[in-house]
Nanobody, 129 residues
């Protein structure tokens, strides 16, 4: 599977962005088996998971730093995962990556980078204060 992230850009603090990650090279049925996540990496920092969803969508994970501001969602028919980012802060500035993993357990959510082996190319989000 190939993942293509888009939607990054420059925004002022307090603004919103919606990231999309479209999968290709896989069917919608196979995509529905993937656990999906968004990670970010700021200069000089480790890659961190900001949001993840189980394959069923019933279990979600959010980093404390983005809770109540970011929302992850998936559209299996479109083979796309989204990250709605509201109330953006300067500390949200980073390159954002989407990731996917074919999972057996439908309600398990994975939040470690080492859990995933399919990655998108990254999209830059810059938040100015």
């Amino acid at each position: 599977v190939q993942l293509q992230a888009s939607g990054g850009g420059s925004v002022q603090a307090g603004g919103s962005l919606r990231l999309s990650c479209a999968a290709s090279g896989t069917s919608a049925g196979t995509f529905s088996r993937y656990g999906l996540a968004w990670f970010r990496q700021a200069p000089g920092k480790e890659r961190e998971c900001v949001a993840a969803t189980s394959r069923s969508g019933s279990t979600l994970y959010y980093a404390d730093s983005v809770k109540n501001r970011f929302t992850i969602s998936r559209d299996n028919a479109k083979k796309t995962v989204y990250l709605q980012m509201n109330s953006l802060k300067s500390e949200d500035t980073a390159v954002y990556f989407c990731a996917a993993k074919d999972q057996i357990l439908s309600a398990t959510v994975l939040s470690l980078a080492s859990d995933y082996y399919n990655w998108g190319q990254g999209t830059l989000v810059t938040v100015s204060s």
